[in-house]
Structure formats: structure tokens, C-alpha cells
């Protein structure tokens, strides 16, 4: 069975490459693929690839298993569902390519599969849509009545399901119009498109949920406040919050989409539920990055925000990098909230497990010494993390500024002071 990739490139769709799965009813793993560009496209001077880990070229390739990017496009969360219930399957590995093919109609970044968006095409002839091109005021958002329901079924379809917005929490992906009206993302052309918006909500009656979206805007502006590279001005609204994207940009009148992929992806993660050491979903950034160095020390700043402000969903999908002309690095900040409150108990799923004993690292000091480095990265990265232990002595008072609930605020102090002590030590040894 096949798939056509879409890549949106100079300002529009392009078919770029075709992906030949012989049985798709194995899911990806272990599972015999084939994949390809387009000779047309691949001999284009301004060609880009799908992945950074597919350079654009004309061969053949025989893969042993799906091509991991291909994990960053199969929805999961509510868009998951939803989409296994319309195509009458049952969840599992074997419906993984089904998904992919009806589901990627638009997901997070430039790539694409031309049959979604055919089957979305679809999806749309099927419903009434009399009266829905009109967009929604802030307060009508809010309010979320059933007329705004019916509408994100049929016009959102899969809001909730990219991966890169997955959880079991619902999310829409929505766009502001010039005038400031919402749309559903993907039915607004790019002409009217203003501003782009990832819009989550809290799950049914949860109280402890409501909590973690109301801190999550006050974490991004912490994060940003520590000197971590946040984007935009995320925004809570009664019980929604409102996050800009940042594989999109508006200029000039044109939407640009952005490269965007996985740490999973680049790491050739197939498949989900995996628990990667942090040191080789590093490693794989670290071949993409365009400035080695800074990202690195971006990264593991991150994680030091982690494990002080326990943000313990920390899956290898909630990394990323983006490419912007011929940069490469870290997206910005994404996902970046108090998740040890979440009710299923969420653990660290990546976790700096050494490259040879296997034996999780602890102490910030051993991370650094296992990284293969320079010895001169290597001084640079533990002189940058000892300042930053500097700035996260004032991680409280930031904190309690930014909005964080006094709760949390005094929960934190162990692991704050923790992680304090052991930035200070990389000063002294």
C-alpha cells in the first residue's frame, strides 16, 4: 500500500516522495518499507527533505522499518480516537498506517500525506456546511456551545490528534482571522490567515487539569524569564489556554510553515511508549544542530527546569527541532508544565541512562562527564550550567512573579535547591 508525501515548499503543496508499505497490518516496527522522492523533485535545486534524516537523493531505499518521522504525523489523543472510530478499527499497531494515510491532513510543520487530505476532503462533502464560514469572537471561544462543537467535528476533524498536540487532554488547532476571528486551522485559506493557535482545554470536570493548563502559561513565562528560548506570549483564558505556534509565521501576507520534527524522530524512534536515554535523543540532535554547542546547552538547561519544576512528561515527542532557511536548532519551549500533579501519574520517560553502564545519571556533573564532547565544549557547557545555577536561585521569587500557584511554588523547594547545589558544584570541581 502506498502513501504520497506533501511538502510545503515556495509557498505551496508539493509532492515530493512516495512511501510503499508491502503490509501495513504489522505496524511499523520490524516491518519491511519503501521509500523514495520524486525524480522530479529531487533534481529541483530548491528540493528540501521530509526529514532530516531522508536527505533529498534518487535512490531507493529499503528500510526495515517505517521511516521514524512518519511517528511525528499519525494522530494520537482525542484525533486518534475519533478517526479509528470513523474508519470502523480497532487501536493498535496494525491501524497505524490507516491513520496515517486518512489522519495527516495537517499536521504540526510542513509535511504532509496527499490521501488525508483528500479523505478530509471528504469528510467535509459529507456534513452541512451552511453557515460555517464565519469565525467565532473571543467570547463566543470561550463559551464553547454546541454549535462550536459540531463545527471542529466536521471542519477540525483531527484538531485534537497530530502529535504534535497529542494527550489525552482535548486541543484544537485554530487560526485568527485579520479582523480577529477563530477558525478551524486548515479551512481558513492562508490569505486570511493572521495568527495561528494551538488552543488546549482541560479534560471533562478536571479540577487537577484546569490547574495544570492555568500554570502551564505561568511555566512558559518562568522558562522565558530563566533565559530559555520561549515563543510568543501564551495566553490563559478562563479555562483554555492559547499557545502560538511556532511552525507558522505570517508574512507579508503568505503563511510560511516551518520544518518541524521529533528528538524521537531524528533518534529513529519507531513506534511510541518508548523510554530513550536522554543521552541518545542528544546525541541525534546534536548531528541536525547548526550551532552545537548553544543548543546543547539549551537542551540540558531545559532539563535542569524539568527536574527542578517537575515537568515529568518529558517523552522524546515533546522535543523537537525546527529548520528556518539553513538553521537548525531547538524549537522553542513546548509542553512545559507542572505534570506531576496529572491524576495517571506521569513519569520521566527519557532519562540520562550512561552510554555504557546503562545506569541512570543523577548528579549533573556524571551527565558531563559521559557526554562525548571536546574538552573545551565540554568546559564551556559546565561554566554555562554553573551561571545558570546562579539564575535558578532566584527560580522562587521568579515563580511567584510569573503567576505559579503558591502550592507548587512551596512543593518545588526539594528539587530546587537540589538541582541549586549541584550546578554550584560544576563551579567548584
Known sequence: MKCHLQLFLAGCWRDCAVLTVPDPSRGGINTLA????????????D??????????????????????????LIPQGNGRSYLLGLLGLGDGKAADFALLRNGAF??????????????????????????????????????????????????GMLAAGTTGVQGAAPKYLLTQDHAGLWHADGVLPDAQAAAHYIVKLPRAGGLIDKKILRNEAAYLRVARDMGLRVH???????????????????????????H????ASLAGIVGYDMRPSQFQLLQALRRVFTDKLTDTIEFLKRDVLNLAMRNTDNHARNTAIQKIGDVVQLSPLFDFAPMYLDPEGITRAARWYHPESGQECRAWCDVIAAL??????????????????????????????????????????????????????????
Open 34 to 45: 519503501h521509500f523514495e522522492y520524486d525524480l522530479d523533485y529531487a533534481f529541483e535545486a
Open 47 to 72: 528540493s528540501e527533505p521530509v526529514s532530516l534524516t531522508l536527505p533529498v537523493d534518487t535512490r531507493h531505499h529499503t528500510l526495515a522499518a517505517w521511516p521514524a518521522f512518519l511517528y511525528d
Open 106 to 155: 495537517n499536521p504540526i510543520g510542513r509535511v504532509r500525506i496527499r490521501e488525508a487530505v483528500d479523505y478530509f476532503a471528504q469528510h467535509i462533502a459529507r456534513h452541512a456546511t451552511q453557515g460555517m464560514d464565519h469565525g467565532w469572537e473571543m467570547q463566543q471561544l470561550l463559551m464553547r456551545d454546541d454549535g462550536f462543537a459540531e463545527r471542529m467535528m466536521i471542519q
Open 232 to 258: 510568543g506570549s501564551i495566553e490563559h483564558h478562563h479555562d483554555m489556554l492559547f499557545v502560538p505556534r511556532f511552525d507558522r509565521a505570517v508574512a507579508q501576507g503568505q503563511v510560511l510553515r516551518h
Open 260 to 263: 518541524q520534527e521529533s528528538a
Open 372 to 429: 562525548e564532547l571536546a574538552d573545551d565544549e565540554r568546559r564551556t557547557i559546565r561554566a554555562s550550567l554553573a551561571a545558570f545555577g546562579e539564575r535558578l536561585n532566584g527560580l522562587e521569587a521568579c515563580m511567584q512573579e510569573a503567576g505559579v500557584d503558591h502550592d507548587i511554588t512551596t512543593h518545588l523547594q526539594p528539587g530546587i535547591v537540589e538541582q541549586l547545589r549541584q550546578l554550584r558544584a560544576l563551579g567548584t570541581g
